[in-house]
């Protein structure tokens, strides 16, 4: 079992940054794809970012290319996602999630993720 935690998120003014960390435990995901999701108000869970297990390969959602980047310390476990140049549209629970098997396979659908996180807030402020 995968156990994920996201953390790093907050309240923060349009145009402002965050980094959000995903820290696992009880597994490594050195060799994992991981990806992050997120919920706005009212709406569906919906792809943000993914990033294969070593960092190489990485997939955006067009709603935040250029301005997000996932990436990853497999020492530490961990993935990130930089979120710069933030809008009000952006505001949602961020959730992290890790993949069983595939760790070259960078997925856009939930289904495809097989352990997942709490989330964290992010809430950004016009």
């Known amino acids: 079992q995968v156990q994920l935690v996201e953390s790093g998120g907050g309240l923060v003014p349009a145009g402002a940054s965050l980094r959000l960390s995903c820290a696992a435990s009880?597994?490594?995901?050195?060799?994992?794809?991981m990806g992050w999701f997120r919920r706005a108000p009212g709406k569906e869970r919906e792809f943000v970012a993914a990033?294969?297990?070593?960092?190489?390969?990485?997939r955006y959602a067009d709603s935040v290319k250029g301005r997000f980047t996932i990436y990853r310390d497999n020492a530490k476990n961990t993935v990130y996602l930089e979120m710069d140049s933030l809008k009000s549209e952006d505001t949602a629970i961020y959730f992290c999630?890790?993949?069983?098997?595939?760790?070259?396979?960078?997925?856009?659908?939930?289904?495809?993720?097989?352990?997942w996180g709490q989330g964290t807030q992010v809430t950004v402020s016009s």
């Open positions: 009880g597994r490594t995901i050195g060799n994992r794809a």
């Open positions: 990033i294969n297990w070593n960092g190489a390969s990485t």
């Open positions: 999630a890790a993949r069983r098997g595939g760790g070259n396979e960078i997925r856009g659908q939930a289904y495809e993720y097989d352990y």
